[in-house]
């Protein structure tokens, strides 16, 4: 990006060095094309900022939600009747695991559907063993409860992944590139006509590119500089396999 927009700057400004003994009829159309493309630009930049930092956020969000998810259904679990119970709570964490493992591979590689597909193998075993729960204990209030926040877990895991898969057309990455490198060269021309200093062209340059850069990377949640952190799952798996805080209960016999 950095290299691109410079070399747009230096294109600019050759450009301008070339046409320089036109300066008298050039000037004055340089001055109002430049002004309008570099306005015109800043829309575009703080446009496409805003999308990658509401992205941002909503992935920021939707892991701790998901995490609450895990949690409330962890500890719900612990009142479930054995064998459910210990069943239950063994397939949370390796569901937790899946969830951490999500959270750190590249979105739409091999590797995070692979998690993905894991998370909703075990999805599909906790559901089981809720329906035989609530088969065994129709009218006990533990498994609805458990029920409830256990479809809030993979309704927050759905959420999750397609948070992460959410990102910034590409296009709006290439129109910002390319409307900045169209503006910054004109500018750079418009000021080799006047005569003026080309510092302040190419310190925009960097700066513009910074912002794209800056951008990008946002979109972009398990990779560069700035990335959704995970450590509210890892925190949870580790208070998940201390010793649970609630005794299971045993299975109540079925009545003849």
């Not at 119970?85 to 937790?96: E, I």
């Not at 302040?200 to 910074?210: H, K, P, R």
């Amino acid at each position: 990006m950095l290299g691109v927009i410079l070399g747009a700057t230096a294109l600019g400004a050759l450009v301008g060095r070339r046409v320089r003994h036109l300066s008298d009829r050039l000037t004055e159309p340089f001055g109002v094309l430049q002004a309008a493309m570099l306005g015109l630009v800043a829309l575009i930049l703080a446009f496409g900022l805003s999308l990658a930092l509401s992205r941002y956020e909503h992935r920021r969000a939707t892991i701790v939600d998901e995490t609450n998810a895990i949690g409330t259904t962890f500890l719900r679990a612990q009142t479930l009747p054995e064998p459910i119970r210990s069943r239950s709570l063994d397939l949370l964490v390796s569901y937790t695991e899946s969830a951490i493992r999500l959270a750190e591979n590249v979105p739409g590689s091999a590797e995070e559907t692979a998690a993905a597909e894991e998370e909703q193998r075990i999805q599909r075993r906790l559901w089981a063993l809720a329906g035989a729960a609530l088969d065994a204990a129709p009218e006990a209030g533990a498994p609805r409860l458990y029920v409830e926040t256990l479809n809030e877990m993979i309704d927050a895991q759905t959420d999750r992944v397609a948070a992460l898969n959410n990102q910034v057309p590409s296009e709006i990455l290439l129109l910002e590139i390319l409307g900045a490198s169209l503006a910054l060269g004109l500018l750079a021309a418009y000021l080799t006509l006047v005569g003026r200093g080309l510092l302040g062209v190419v310190l925009a340059s960097v700066l513009v590119a910074f912002l794209i850069f800056v951008t990008a990377d946002l979109d972009r949640p398990t990779r560069g500089v700035i990335v959704v952190p995970d450590t509210v799952l890892t925190e949870q798996l580790e208070s998940m396999r201390l010793p649970p805080a609630a005794s299971g209960n045993p299975a109540p016999a079925r009545s003849s």
